[in-house]
């Protein structure tokens, strides 16, 4: 069964062979966590990268100590690819990069390597451009079908769950303006 929602794909089949890759079966083996509530999805996301690096993440005081704020993890107005990656700094002290105004191929590039276990992304883009519908949202980038040019993004959204989307979509999506930061959404690399 093809369950299409826009422009993103649920297909079993590649979302089974998607689910394979070995970054994907990281976050698998890890847990999976949805977010908890509306304005979640940036500490989700980073919760469940960084579970999947091995990091020891309680969601509730993940923004403790870092100057952000928040109530159990909540940060209300959402988070920017900034306040990720300060997170991520003072959490654990890993690289950190974030991705911004990338040409498609540069960016094909870097969705070419969700597939490696050093590696992990977080996508922060626009609904609208992929669903139709929507803001701005961050999510895990858990892997990439060469063949067939799709992005596997596990969405911390219970509700749409697991999806897959052509590179080419979600770069568009990604190329929004994020109107907290005034910058272009983009990629966040964590290592």
């Known amino acids: ?30 847990g999976f966590r949805s977010q908890s509530a509306r304005f979640l999805c940036g500490p989700a996301s980073l919760d469940n990268v960084l579970r999947s690096l091995g990091e020891p993440v309680d969601r509730s005081t993940l923004l403790a ?9 909540m940060r209300f107005g959402g988070m920017t690819l900034e306040d990720l990656a300060h997170v991520v700094r003072v959490r654990t002290g890993r690289r950190v990069e974030i ?10 590039a870097h ?6 276990p050093a590696r992990r992304y977080i ?11 929507g803001g701005g949202h961050h999510s895990p980038l858990a892997g990439y079908l060469a ?3 799709l992005a596997l993004i596990l969405d911390v959204n219970r509700r749409i769950g697991p999806w897959l989307v052509s ?14 930061s005034h910058r272009s959404r983009g990629l966040l690399l964590v290592e």
């Not at 991705?99 to 094909?108: E, K, Q, T």
């Not at 969705?111 to 490696?116: E, F, K, L, R």
């Open 1 to 30: 069964m093809v369950r299409r929602l826009s422009v993103i794909l649920q297909d079993q089949a590649l979302l089974a062979a998607a689910a394979d890759l070995p970054v994907a079966s990281l976050y698998r083996r890890s």
């Open 99 to 108: 991705l911004r105004d990338l040409s498609l191929d540069a960016f094909r």
């Open 167 to 180: 590179t080419p979509r979600l770069h568009a999506a990604v190329s929004t303006l994020d109107r907290t």
């Open 147 to 149: 063949a067939d040019d």
């Open 123 to 133: 996508v922060n883009f626009h609904r609208r451009p992929v669903f139709g519908w």
């Open 111 to 116: 969705v070419s390597g969700a597939n490696d």
């Open 65 to 73: 100590g870092t100057g952000l704020g928040g109530i159990f993890g």
